[in-house]
């Protein structure tokens, strides 16, 4: 940290108590699940047991004659809806029409007077399918004779959140495509000192979130109100907007409390599916998943890589080619951004002069896949840290050596076209070889490795928001963007109280309702310190400039005789602050001004990405050679974060997004089976526990004031993840001289890599 | 996971009340005791029952007591009583720390031991650990009271011997003498174990010679299950038990009939048997796994 830059700080820079912490852990925070409305009906869900089927029929007439149940709604009876949603292919019906592309796809909803009833009459409802063949992966799908997913064209989405077109719907499996090319790639790999060459895999992972999708829905005169789970609401308000073709004004999302997303929460899930129900039933009705209807409803895209990359005799990286099959299971979701994403990300944060990518978007019948934390960046990390261990080991230099050698440089344009690196990779990669002991001697069994990540991250810069200074001197601010445990309900009342200049305990924040809160496109990407931070600022700064010609006014002076000051303002011998300020002007102790801030693509933001989010991350495991056991001894992390509005907060970011990085490389894999889902529920999907944790962990935070966000901080929370299955299987490497190129870790996949490791070099088996 | 369907819970005032609930509803319904396997299994919709009978307000069916030369755990004792009994720390080690690493702290607090049995989820702890101590259920029924070695009580995957009308109140355990070494050892990926291996060492007096073996190893076959032969393999001299404990934990192996599922292949669960085995002995032999 640079101190003498920070000096001046009041109340950023520091880590207050996260504001909403008391009232989550004492149970009395809001969450969707606690909203019951007056005359509440209640739906449950009946799925399909196929991966790919032709709805032939449906009787659903004994579950609307049982006792206590309003309505069953079904895709053959959505006349007066526009049925398909979408914010990148318009594919998704919000309910099964005529035929399932997966297993666990609603197929019919039944409403009645509690959520017990509606369960038991979902097997009161008879469905006859015709069984189709299915795709399960991502080349089959591809194959000529392959059985199409989706008949229909499909427009691009006006907010797909990319410029380039969308291939879905062209006759084939395939959701999308992606190319990069830059150099000459072939000439490179004939002219380079070695190459590392292999296929990776990163496997379909669930962001699991305590809180699974929950929404509740009415249609009234005045149109569509839904309380959801929802990470993004403005753009669930979008998709709405189309299915019940109203203006976005009678469209209301109301999101409080959001209990974790990772991802998973963004864009539209369920809220088509609760509003439709409501539409139906004709009262609000509540529709809540349990966990294992969650992991039935969105997933992380699993990434098989094909890569090379070649240095020359210098030992500088000179060209990266890969070819990467993504799949993105029944419905597009989010993965024609994840699709453009991960091949920027492929490229990693070098600057390599020859580079070619070609990324394949497939569907398949398996659950839909969309954002997960990190986004496309970790599934394509996994293959490029490990590469770069490989080279390293090719050319008998120090892996972290090597990086350093290698990582793009502050103010480097490393990715044609995109904003220059605004981070300190080699500052980050020091700090946590420092942490993590890299020099050191190591324990028989032990192994370390070392890995980074930039992502171009931030998304599109749309932000809005209004800042309310009331004449007592507290404020409220209007805010777009979601609470989902990050912590922006605290940091964005630190830059209010900041910039205002005054107690951190009077700014209260108003969030997330679209019918109240100004536009914010998306809480994701890592933006919202960046962008909902930098438009608190302006907003507050606009606040104070009003505040000012409202003091010349009451002191009948010039504005230019005015001095703004923290809290208020002087003028010669007078001294206000703002409550005096406003209560003069409005001759009444009461009343406001409203500071107001619009981000756009453009000044600080006109070049993409709105920010590097970049980071290092180190690891010390122990491998138990005999049952291929991995545990993780030491982790150290540094997220190149500009400035740490709250600290405390930006390491807790990191020290989860790593965790979930342990949980893809060592456990974490969903598994199909004969068209089925193996193991989706938490006894069988095997997240991290307490228990797997290392026993030292060492988090730091670069900041160098460098990013675009108030106070030149940036965003972070998502790269300590990217790099993790790599550093896992660079230090399985290190240890026990395996290379595993499939995450996750498991024991025996170990096991039988040090094995066959063995056996390849003529060594005894132990 | 989906909502429990309805049914209503019965709190029988002693065994005889229990019994005759059970005779009454017959396949509508089950014994309740503490339902951490029962509930699970209901809320998946694997399972359904009317009326669940709540055994767990029985009084007397959780002690813990030396009788003569075994230790009776009260069918009703929860893991986490097992793991916190002074007597069942003093007299079998063994059973109180295979009991503090059971699931998880919300399964032990509520969880028993006889629900456990009783469930006979093949990823039992305490089933296999009391295979190998040579434990006992005492069950009741309307004709009166039986024991059931643990191979007898434990049918198959998810099935009990018990009959209709027959309750477990408890298990007898032989507490070890002096001479006897044991040991349980466990190897987890996920939830539920993906093997269980218990060892018990019958030593003559000056530790030289093991006299007798008992292992067991679960999770891998539809109930644990014991090898005649790799018991009498491990029983001879030692000092040289590292020789033949490999032979013997292929023979422990042959006699689980393994398969490949999501837990690992059979070739791998092979070899971790034999692993857990020989860590098994050195932790018997020499106090460190």
């Known amino acids: ?766 | 996971m989906m909502p429990l369907r309805r049914f209503a819970i019965h709190r029988p005032a002693d065994l005889r009340e229990a019994a005759e609930m059970l005779d009454h509803y017959g396949e509508n319904g089950s014994l309740y005791a503490g339902g951490t396997e029962l509930l699970l299994a209901m809320r998946h919709d694997l399972l359904r029952y009317a009326h669940l009978i709540d055994i767990k307000t029985v009084a007397g069916l959780d002690g813990i007591e030396r009788r003569d030369e075994h230790l009776h755990i009260g069918a009703a004792a929860t893991h986490r009583t097992i793991e916190r009994s002074a007597v069942v720390r003093e007299q079998l080690p063994v059973m109180a720390e295979m009991a503090a690493n059971v699931a998880n702290v919300r399964v032990r607090a509520t969880g028993t031991l006889g629900g456990n049995l009783a469930f006979a989820e093949p990823h039992s702890d305490p089933a296999t650990l009391l295979l190998a101590l040579g434990g006992n259920a005492r069950a009741q029924g309307k004709s009166g009271e039986r024991t059931l070695a643990m191979d007898e009580l434990l049918a198959g995957a998810y099935e009990n011997s018990l009959a209709q009308d027959e309750i477990l109140t408890g298990v007898d355990v032989p507490v070890p003498g002096p001479s006897q070494r044991t040991a349980y050892l466990k190897f987890q990926v996920h939830e539920r174990p993906l093997l269980g291996l218990a060892l018990s060492l019958e030593l003559d007096d000056d530790g030289g010679v093991i006299r007798e073996a008992r292992c067991a190893v679960g999770c891998v076959s539809p109930t644990p299950c014991r090898s005649a032969t790799a018991e009498s393999l491990i029983a001879g001299p030692a000092d040289s038990l590292e020789q033949r404990i490999e032979e013997a934990g292929e023979a422990l192996a042959d006699e689980a009939a393994l398969t490949d599922d999501r837990e690992g292949s059979a070739e791998y669960k092979r070899h971790l048997i034999g692993v857990l085995l020989r860590r098994a002995a050195r932790k018997c032999l020499n106090g460190n796994g």
């Open chain 1, 1 to 766: 940290m640079s101190d003498d830059k920070s000096r001046d700080f009041e109340v950023v820079n520091r880590s207050v108590p996260r504001r909403d912490g008391r009232a989550k852990v004492s149970g009395r925070a809001l969450y969707v699940s606690d909203v019951k409305l007056a005359g509440m009906a209640y739906a449950k869900v009946l799925r399909s047991p196929y991966a790919h089927a032709t709805i032939v029929s449906m009787d659903t007439s004994r579950a609307e004659a049982h006792p206590g149940v309003y309505n069953v709604l079904r895709g053959d009876d959505l006349e007066g809806l526009n049925p398909y949603f979408g914010h990148a292919v318009k594919d998704h019906p919000l309910v099964a029409i005529d035929k399932v592309r997966y297993a666990g796809e609603p197929v019919a909803a039944v409403i009645a007077e509690d959520e017990l009833t509606a369960y038991e009459a979902l097997e009161l409802i008879h469905v006859e399918y015709e069984e189709l063949p299915a795709v399960m992966e991502p080349q089959e799908s591809l194959a000529a004779d392959a059985p199409l997913l989706h008949q229909r064209q499909f427009e691009a989405g006006a907010l797909r959140g990319f410029e380039g077109e969308v291939t879905a719907g062209r006759g084939t499996n395939l959701c999308q495509e992606h190319h990069i090319k830059w150099g000459d790639v072939d000439e490179a790999f004939a002219n380079a000192a070695a190459v590392a060459e292999g296929e990776y895999y990163f496997p379909m992972a669930y962001a699991y979130a305590m809180e699974p999708y929950v929404a509740i829905a009415e249609v009234g005169d005045d149109g569509v109100t839904i309380y959801s789970s929802a990470q993004h609401p403005f753009m669930v308000r979008h998709d709405l907007k189309t299915i019940f073709d109203m203006p976005v004004s009678q469209i209301r999302l109301i999101v409080p409390f959001v209990g974790g997303g990772y991802g998973s929460k963004s864009y539209t899930k369920i809220e088509p599916l609760a509003s439709a129900c409501a539409w139906k039933a004709r009262r609000p009705v509540k529709l809540q998943l349990s966990v294992e209807e969650a992991m039935l409803t969105t997933r992380g895209d699993d990434a098989l890589t094909w890569m090379r990359t070649a240095v020359d005799a210098d030992g500088k990286i000179i060209a990266r080619q890969a070819k990467i099959y993504m799949n993105t299971g029944a419905y597009a979701e989010n993965s024609p951004l994840v699709c453009e994403k991960s091949s920027n990300r492929c490229v990693g944060p070098y600057a390599i002069p020859n580079v070619q990518i070609d990324n394949h978007m497939v569907y398949t019948n398996t659950v839909p896949a969309s954002s997960f934390r990190g986004f496309g960046c970790a599934q394509v990390t996994m293959a490029g840290e490990s590469q770069i261990d490989e080279l390293a080991a090719k050319i008998g230099m120090d892996p972290y050596e090597f990086r350093l050698h290698n990582a793009a440089r502050p103010k480097q344009e490393f990715f044609p076209g995109m904003r220059p690196f605004d981070g300190t990779l080699t500052e980050d990669l020091k700090i946590v070889a420092e942490n993590i002991g890299w020099k050191e001697p190591l324990p028989s069994g032990h192994g370390r490795s070392i890995g980074c990540s930039a992502s171009d991250a931030g998304a599109y810069p749309l932000t809005s928001t209004a800042v309310r200074v009331h004449a007592d001197g507290s404020a409220s601010l209007m805010i777009g963007s979601t609470e989902l445990g990050q912590g922006s309900h605290t940091v964005l009342p630190q830059i209010a109280a900041e910039e205002l200049g005054i107690p951190f305990d009077l700014v209260r924040v108003v969030s997330s309702d679209t019918a109240i809160t100004p536009y914010d496109r998306s809480t994701g990407a890592s933006r919202t310190t960046t962008l909902m931070g930098r438009a608190v600022q302006e907003a507050s700064q606009e606040a104070k400039e009003q505040m000012v010609r409202m003091a010349a006014d009451v002191l009948g002076v010039e504005e230019s005789e005015i001095e703004s000051v923290r809290g208020g303002i002087t003028c010669g011998e007078a001294r206000l602050n703002w409550s005096e300020v406003l209560t003069r002007y409005y001759k009444l102790p009461d009343g406001e001004v409203i500071g107001r801030a619009y981000i756009r693509k453009d000044k600080d933001f006109a070049q993409l990405p709105v920010f590097w989010e970049a980071a290092s991350t180190g690891i010390e495991v122990s491998v138990d050679e005999e049952t291929g056991k991995v545990t993780m001894e030491k982790l150290g992390t540094c997220g190149d974060v500009g400035l740490a509005i709250n600290p405390a907060l930006a390491e807790g970011q990191d020290i989860g997004a790593a965790t979930t990085g342990m949980g893809i490389g060592m456990f974490e894999e969903l598994e199909f089976d004969r068209n089925q889902l193996l193991n989706g529920n938490l006894l069988e999907y095997r997240l991290p526990r307490f228990s797997d944790m290392p026993r030292t962990v060492k988090l730091e935070l670069v900041q160098n004031r460098d990013g675009v966000g108030p106070y030149g901080a940036k965003g972070g929370g998502e790269a300590s993840l990217n790099s993790l299955p790599a550093n896992i299987a660079n230090a399985v490497y290190a240890a026990t001289g395996a290379r595993i190129r499939r995450a996750p870790l498991t024991p025996e996949k170990v096991w039988r890599a040090i094995r066959e490791t063995r056996a390849a070099r003529g060594e005894n088996e132990s």
